[in-house]
């Protein structure tokens, strides 16, 4: 390997240097770099507070409101297995997410691993469909809230009629201003601090799981007693096929608890309250109005999850270059992306206003599968082909070419570059003595054949691609059940071949060696790796697929966006156009060198 390289010039013309700023990748610690100037934000968060963060997230929409819209319209009896599943594909997807987080802690979640994994294309998409999954996830809880506010005050007439839920005349539009107040009511908490608002979303929490405890006790008493109304139809336990039940799964996604509680038939729920609505067919007012009080105090915690990660989301971007710097800023006081967050709040609340949470939910499932998928992904990057260089500031040129000249390098301007250079073709160093080997060795003590490094980096990372293909062939074709065999078969067949021949090259081969010092060492390790994040990529790639073409019609336009956003702003302004990429193995030493200078 050379000492200094640039895979990230633009050779070759234009259209070249535009696939070059696909894949250019930013380093682990890029808060750390020389002269940041951004605030930072606050660290005040002790694991019970993370704890009441997620539980709060969780327990929310998914529970509280979907429930109902799913059971009537994909999953049927078999809702159960829907959180089953999704949950599943979630719990795989933690093992990836603790690794990740502990080697490259930082704010951005699944986009800033995939910056720093799979390049800044990618990690740009992932970003823009996070955007997407807060913002409507947000949206999707506030718009939950009214119909159980309502409740409380004794039905549909008895909120004020400057809360209640109006249909705009001559339009099929229902506005909800209780949803939208709520969204500015969170938002302002959200700005007064971190520590504060996730105090008061801990109490909250708290609340809400001992009146779930409480519908898991009592529901499961009513189902006994009822004999399980609704499950003895004679559509049976699948009324909308197995298929229906995987769509309520991707559906669900973005939140799930494992409950069946549900002692009414399927269709007579309501897609609003559908717990209460349950309770409330066995004459139990009393319980009604306390899981209506959970529900109320569970969605305005889920809300505030939802809320909280959008800006720091739009922070991380920013500070990245590839949004207005306006999201970038942290209050000085507060210590919180306050820009970021009213932007937030003020779109969150205007689809809550207008939009259906029927329409809404799978939205929001588009965005958590695609960044749950990713870091699988990054995972497996990160295990058999981390990044073996570094991008530097461009304003270290002077030392790095100070650095090459020590080392021996003949001119340091044939073997460094910059992201923007568009005349000349990237060159390699002298090769190390130690990478000469042939493309196969045979091992004879061993009995068996060790791939050369650079050819085991090739075929990890063909290996890596091939399972992806073969997951996204296996999953359309499986849920493709209006294709003719003659197609549908002959798929699954290459898809299946793909995904496995991918498995068992990753699981015959080392892993690099740079994985133990690549970013933040010493934290949590995915096990069961390559076996673990395939069967992360497959499940989410299959739930991906399942739902359907309306929902995908509504995203690939917020996609398509994303993409004439960053062509036209994020690409020309991202912080990594005229960076210096380096071996990741000098790196370090073109530091001490530029720190001891300024000493």
């Keep these: 390997m050379g000492f200094l390289v640039d895979t990230q010039k633009e050779g070759g013309g234009q259209s070249w240097g535009y696939l070059r700023s696909l894949v250019r990748r930013k380093q682990v610690d890029s808060a750390a770099e020389p002269h940041s100037h ?33 059971a009537r319209e994909h999953s049927g009896p078999s809702l159960a297995l829907s959180f089953l599943i999704a949950g599943i594909a979630a719990a795989l997807s933690a093992f990836c997410y603790a690794e990740l987080s502990s080697r490259c802690p930082s704010a951005g979640s699944a986009y800033h691993y995939s910056y720093i994994c799979v390049g800044e294309g990618v990690a740009w998409l992932i970003g823009w469909a996070l955007i997407l999954e807060y913002t409507i996830g947000g949206s999707a809880v506030a718009r939950g809230i009214s119909p159980n506010l309502a409740l409380i005050f004794g039905g549909e007439d008895g909120l004020p009629a400057f809360l209640a839920r109006h249909q705009i005349p001559g339009l099929d539009v229902v506005v909800d201003p209780s949803a939208a107040i709520l969204v500015f009511i969170v938002t302002g908490l959200l700005c007064l601090g971190i520590k504060e608002s996730t105090f008061a979303q801990g109490i909250v929490t708290a609340a809400n799981v001992c009146v779930l405890l409480f519908v898991i006790v009592a529901g499961s008493y009513l ?49 609003d309250t559908p717990i209460s609505s349950a309770f409330a ?118 030392r790095i070419d100070s650095v090459s000249f020590i080392c021996g390098e003949t001119k340091s301007s044939d073997h460094v ?59 359309y074709a499986a849920s493709s059940l209006s294709f003719p065999g003659v197609i549908r078969y002959p798929l699954c067949g290459v898809g299946g071949s793909l995904l496995l021949a991918g498995l068992i090259a990753l699981s015959s081969i080392d892993q690099d060696d740079a994985r133990h010092t690549f970013g933040h060492s010493g934290g949590f390790i995915c096990p069961f790796v390559p076996l673990l994040p395939i069967i992360c990529i497959l499940i989410n790639m299959y739930l991906l697929v399942n739902l359907g073409s309306a929902t995908w019609a509504r995203v690939s336009v917020w996609l398509v966006i994303g993409v004439l956003v960053y062509v036209f702003y994020g690409r020309k302004h991202s912080s990594l156009a005229n960076a210096v990429y380096v071996t990741t193995a000098h790196a370090e030493e073109i530091y001490r060198e530029h720190e001891a200078s300024l000493a």
């Excluded at 019970?48 to 529970?63: E, F, Q, R």
């Design 38 to 70: 951004h605030h930072q934000l606050a660290k005040a968060l002790t694991v019970p507070h993370l704890i009441a963060i997620g539980v709060g997230a969780t327990i929310g929409a998914g529970v509280y409101i979907l429930v109902g819209t799913v």
């Design 281 to 398: 067919s066995h004459d139990m007012q009393w319980a009604v109005y306390l899981i209506t009080l959970g529900a109320v105090m569970a969605l305005c915690s889920a809300l505030m999850g939802a809320l909280l990660p959008q800006p720091r989301i739009l922070m991380a971007m920013a500070r990245d270059g590839l949004l207005p710097s306006l999201f970038s800023d942290v209050n000085r006081r507060t210590q919180v992306p306050v820009k970021a967050t009213i932007a937030t709040g003020l779109c969150a609340a205007t689809l809550a206003f207008f939009m259906d949470v029927s329409q809404l939910a799978g939205m929001v499932s588009v965005g958590t599968l695609l960044a749950f998928t990713m870091v699988a992904i990054s995972v497996l990057i990160l295990r058999y082909v981390p990044p073996d260089e570094l991008p530097l500031p461009a304003s270290l040129q002077d």
């Design 417 to 475: 570059g910059t992201s923007n250079d568009s005349n000349k073709q990237p060159l390699i160093g002298e090769n190390d003595a130690s990478v000469h080997f042939t493309v196969v060795d045979k091992q004879e003590g061993l009995g068996c054949w060790v791939l050369s490094e650079e050819n085991r980096r090739k075929v990890a990372g063909c290996s890596i691609m091939f399972t992806c293909i073969g997951a996204f062939l296996l999953s």
């Design 223 to 271: 189902g006994f007693k009822t004999g399980w109304a609704g499950y003895e139809l004679s559509s049976g336990f699948f009324p909308f096929g197995v298929d229906g039940m995987f769509a309520g799964s991707a559906t669900v996604f973005f939140a799930f608890i494992g409950f069946d509680s549900v002692a009414i038939p399927y269709y007579a729920m309501d897609p």
